[in-house]
């Protein structure tokens, strides 16, 4: 499948396309890996990068919803209890996916993958950050000739 490749400016151009890239916010489904925000690049200064897996929250709804008492109260029961027992890592995961959700809301991101460079511009359908980062400066010199 050939990824979809789109760039759509987000806010007003910068004057210069030689500026590094500060931030990247990549969105992607499923689990992400660590090294998802590594940049080769020879730039001075690493990039702010935030990882978001949107999906977190329905994947640990569907999780929970596994096995639940038909009967109401006792499911209702059931889903506090789960509730109370999160452990730090799991609730860092359900935060990490509110807040993803939120931000692409805030951008209009409407598929998936995709990753926010500078809160200017969004590439869609790239997984690899290396390659994106390489369409968002292609974008950036062709916007500031």
């Known amino acids: 499948m050939v990824p979809l490749l789109l760039l759509s400016t987000l806010s007003e151009s910068v004057d210069s396309a030689e500026l590094p890239i500060k931030t990247i916010e990549v969105f992607a489904t499923g689990t992400l890996p660590t090294t998802a925000c590594y940049l080769k690049s020879a730039q001075a200064a690493k990039p702010d ?3 978001y897996s949107i999906d977190g929250i329905e994947r640990l709804q569907t999780e929970w919803s596994q096995g639940l008492p038909n009967h109401p109260a006792q499911a209702k029961q059931v889903a506090l ?3 109370q027992s999160l452990n730090p890592k799991r609730y860092r995961s359900l935060e990490n996916a509110a807040k993803g959700l939120l931000k692409a809301l805030e951008y209009g991101l409407d598929r998936y993958p ?3 460079f500078d809160n200017r511009a969004v590439v869609y359908g790239v997984r690899d950050v290396e390659q994106a980062s390489g369409y968002y ?3 950036r010199s062709k916007v500031n000739d």
């Open 137 to 139: 400066r292609q974008w």
């Open 114 to 116: 995709a990753m926010v």
């Open 81 to 83: 209890s789960y509730l």
């Open 49 to 51: 990068c935030q990882l």
